[in-house]
DNA sequence: CCAAGTGACTCCACGGAGGC
DNA sequence: GCCTCCGTGGAGTCACTTGG
């Protein structure tokens, strides 16, 4: 069984970084000389920001998702594809899809092929001390200054704004769900703004893959009411999610009609055999 | 009244596009 | 082919709000 997001795999991130890069690229230097992945809650000294370690992490988590969603749709013949292109849907090589899941595996996708888009919104989540070329764990993201992944509300805004791009760069988008995969969770002033998102059929997800976010079993968000934010412990869990969320074709529509147009609209579509009949002439009549 | 949270703003590396 | 410009994304700063 595939392993979730963990402290594993952040000291995989750092190991196989400073393969190439330095740890000054990777870690603030304190001002005791200690090398570290946030300041830690508290610290007083001087301190820096550091920018070289973000191409990295976006990258590592980017590449750890797209290998994770590829177990999950693997029995089913399809790939997950990380950087995806598709001009049509908004997403053209300058702001790419992070991991799509497709029915190819090529960069440059058509809108047909995708089945859905995954927006990842990762980053180092615990802190973390390198110490005679060790990695000491110093504790959970309530020990550091940083406000890792959803939990930054820019990180969320920037997550909404691109999933709207997509839902109205083109009819052909209307099918495709949109998930926004994390490794924290979300404020709690996001809790209802989410359930929102996913009834309005903007968003179909929001979630976390980190089972254990807090050290010492410390509380933290498994679900909101409406399953706009989800916390997934297992891979079996996400798994039956994507089963879930792949298994029948949803149509997104939106629009700002008078009552009576879309009275009229409902009517002519009830006309129709059918409930997918009907179903197919009101969103045609929509978008006229 | 103070600590924690929020959100606008800022920083910087990177990479692609376009001009020369 | 080189250089400059600009968008993107993770993360720090800081003034302000909120809640205990």
Not at 70 to 84: D, I, T, Y
Not at 89 to 104: E, G, H, Q
Not at 208 to 229: A, H, Q, R, Y
Request: contains cysteine; proline residues 3%; positive net charge.
């Amino acid at each position: 069984m595939s392993k979730l997001w963990g402290k594993k795999t952040e000291i995989e991130f750092f190991e196989k970084s400073m393969s190439f890069a330095t740890p000054e690229q990777l870690f603030y230097v304190s001002d005791e000389n200690r090398y570290l992945a946030y300041w830690p809650r508290g610290y007083k000294g001087k301190k820096t920001t550091l920018q070289s370690r973000n191409a990295l992490i976006g990258d590592f988590t980017e590449r750890w998702t797209r290998d994770l969603i590829q177990k999950v749709v693997n029995s089913k013949g399809l790939f997950a594809v990380q950087g995806a292109i598709c001009k049509e849907i908004a997403l053209p090589n300058n702001s790419p899809a992070d991991v799509v899941i497709s029915k190819t595996g090529s960069v440059h996708q058509k809108p047909e092929d995708i089945l859905a888009i995954i927006e990842v919104k990762m980053s180092v989540v615990w802190n973390w001390e390198l110490k005679d070329d060790k990695l000491i764990c110093l504790g959970d993201y309530k020990t550091h200054q940083g406000n890792p992944g959803l939990l930054r509300s820019d990180s969320m805004l920037k997550a909404i704004g691109k999933s709207i791009n997509i839902r109205v760069s083109s009819f052909k988008a209307s099918r495709i769900p949109i998930v926004i995969m994390g490794n924290t969770p979300i404020t709690n002033n996001y809790y209802s703004k989410v359930d929102q998102l996913k009834i309005a059929g903007i968003v179909q997800g929001f979630c976390s893959i980190n089972p254990e976010p807090l050290d010492d079993n410390g509380e933290n968000i498994k679900k909101t009411k409406e399953n706009g934010f989800y916390r997934y412990d297992h891979f079996n869990e996400l798994q039956e999610f994507f089963d879930n969320l792949l298994s029948e074709e949803r149509s997104f529509f939106s629009s700002m009609k008078s009552k009576k147009e879309l009275g009229h609209i409902i009517e002519l579509a009830n006309k129709e055999d059918s409930y997918e009949k009907k179903a197919e002439r009101f969103l045609k009549l929509i978008k006229e």
